[in-house]
């Protein structure tokens, strides 16, 4: 092992956490914390960082482990200071002037932000970017689905008051390949008072801009944006992240939607990691359903699963406006 | 012994790259590291913060840095300019409707002095799957042609299936190398025109 470095990450510790928690701590006191402390303490941080990953393979794993942790806990208490004392609009954020001196290619300045990103293109002509979209009032199947192919990637937009239900009819013989439908990823934007009943994506589900909505689907990722009064009952083995949305209730796929092969699987506890939220407490924005309203919700929507509900019918699952 | 001294040290015995992975969300950074270094990707959550990874890559120590590219993440990219030596961008080329936006947020990023002198990556990632865009339809939605201020090339690849991921890393060590390692009268290639054409990997 080299020496120099297990010397000094032994010390490296309590003087890093010295001198930052000083930083912080004075940060925190200053009347407005101003942008140099946070890029003295970023700086700090950057430096530290670079040094533990240098110390790569000449230190146990575990204590690796431990830095990497105390850093990244480092990272978000600037991370959650610099969020308290920024200045509100949420996403927005201004570039410094570039330097007179500095190559650039452009000057526009982008504000990212409370601007939605473009809709989806309209359909393409390739059948692997399957669309649903524009939509009231209706019981959407597969049999409702445009020719796509066997594996291809799911659009859906601009829905309210929609089934849309690409489950096999009865989940038990889904192993036949002629029904089977494979999604490589999800994307949802803008469903108003919907229920979304899926199989497992095989990628991410991503999602923005939904209200009033039930979600039940497995997938590989769950990324929800800019969203409110969700229900999202998910299969899913990765940490469901969700970024800018309120009032999001969580529970675990129901095992009547399941394959016969999935019901064998066991999955993790969901895990929910709040991107607006990122600090010690609790997040606001989202909780875990009761285990009496996901049975009671899993219920109702194996009912409406056999009998093509319509969503008027439906409108007792959905959270009230 | 003091925190400048482990720094220089370590530059001195080995040589060294401070590789910075950016991109939207979901486009693949840490599956692409976690495939390069062996490791399971099967359950890989949304980058909340960054991760490291370090890895010897030839004659090289490669030192990557991989941050979330989540909305709420996007303004903190900045802290992890300092000392870039290459940037790799990386694409989820199955992601038509979010082209214009991962435009966008690459463009500005090439307008940063701390990254001027880096090396530009670009990988055009999920390549096995159906519909994706090419490379070559990246390259136009991304506008790349434009840039003139740092060396780039865009590379197709899969995180799954890990194709052409080691073949573009070594585009862009050999391109840093050329820069930080070799001074151009005695470097063993001629390097690389001004700025490298635009091709494609396979
Ligand atoms: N089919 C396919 N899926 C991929 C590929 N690379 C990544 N994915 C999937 O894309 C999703 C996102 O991957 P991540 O590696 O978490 O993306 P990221 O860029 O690190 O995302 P952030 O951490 O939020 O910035 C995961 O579901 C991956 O399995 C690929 O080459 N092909
Ligand atoms: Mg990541």
Not at chain 1, 195 to 214: I, Y
Not at chain 1, 219 to 244: G, W, Y
Not at chain 1, 282 to 290: G, I, K
Not at chain 2, 84 to 92: E, K, N, S
Request: one cysteine or more; proline letters at 6%.
């Amino acid at each position: 092992m080299d020496n120099s470095k297990w010397t000094f990450l032994q010390t490296f510790t309590p003087q890093f956490q010295a001198i930052a928690s000083a930083k912080i701590e004075a940060a925190k006191l200053a009347p407005a914390p101003t942008q140099e402390s946070f890029q003295d303490i970023s700086v700090l941080l950057s430096k530290a960082t670079k040094i533990l990953a240098d110390a790569t393979g000449g230190i146990p794993t575990y204590d690796q482990r431990q830095y990497e942790i105390q850093l990244k806990a480092f990272e978000r208490s600037i991370e959650s200071l610099r969020a308290s004392s920024a200045p509100k609009p949420k996403f927005a954020f201004k570039r410094k002037a570039p330097n007179p001196g500095a190559v650039a290619t452009s000057t526009a300045q982008v504000a990212v932000a409370p601007t939605p990103t473009p809709a989806p293109e309209a359909p393409s002509s390739t059948s692997s970017n399957l669309v649903l979209s524009s939509q009231s009032h209706k019981y959407i199947t597969r049999a409702d689905l445009a020719a796509h192919a066997q594996q291809t990637d799911l659009s859906i937009f601009d829905l309210e008051h929609c089934v849309v239900d690409l489950l096999p009819p009865d989940a038990s013989d889904a192993p036949d390949a002629k029904k089977h439908i494979s999604i490589s990823a999800l994307h949802a934007r803008n469903l108003t008072d919907c229920v979304l009943l899926l199989p497992t994506v095989e990628g991410s589900a991503l999602l923005h801009d939904m209200t009033r909505c039930v979600i039940v689907v497995g997938c590989h990722q769950f990324r929800m944006h800019s969203s409110t009064k969700i229900d999202v009952l998910l299969a899913i083995s990765s940490n469901p992240i969700i970024e800018d949305c309120k009032a999001i209730r969580f529970a675990q796929y129901p095992d009547i939607f399941k394959t016969p092969s999935e019901r064998t699987q066991t999955l993790p506890t969901i895990c929910v990691q709040d991107f607006s939220h990122i600090r010690a407490t609790p997040s606001p924005n989202y909780s875990t359903m009761t285990d009496d309203d996901r049975v009671g919700l899993a219920d109702a929507l194996a009912l409406a699963h056999r009998s093509r509900s319509s969503i008027d019918e439906l409108s007792d699952v959905l959270l009230p406006k | 012994m003091g925190l400048l001294t482990i720094i220089r040290k370590n530059r001195e015995k080995e040589k060294e790259m401070r590789l910075l992975f950016l991109g939207l969300d979901n486009a693949g950074k840490t599956t692409i590291l976690k495939k390069l270094n062996g490791e399971d990707i099967s359950s890989i959550s949304p980058t909340l913060g960054f991760n490291i990874k370090t890895f010897a890559h030839g004659n090289y120590t490669l030192n990557i840095w991989d941050v979330g590219g989540q909305r709420t993440l996007r303004p903190y990219w900045r802290n992890y300019f300092e000392q870039t030596d290459a940037l790799v961008w990386v694409v989820d080329s199955s992601d038509r409707a979010r082209m214009q936006d991962c435009k966008q947020e690459l463009h500005s990023l090439l307008t940063e002095d701390r990254l001027a002198g880096a090396s530009l990556l670009v990988f055009a990632n999920k390549q096995d799957l159906h519909g994706s865009m090419t490379d070559a339809e990246i390259r136009d939605a991304l506008d790349l042609p434009s840039i003139t201020t740092h060396r780039w090339r865009i590379w197709s690849c899969s995180a799954v299936t890990g194709a052409n991921l080691v073949s573009g890393l070594d585009w862009v060590v050999n391109d840093v190398a050329g820069r930080l390692y070799y001074s151009t009268t005695t470097s063993p290639q001629a390097p690389p025109p001004p700025h490298a054409i635009p091709g494609t990997a396979n």
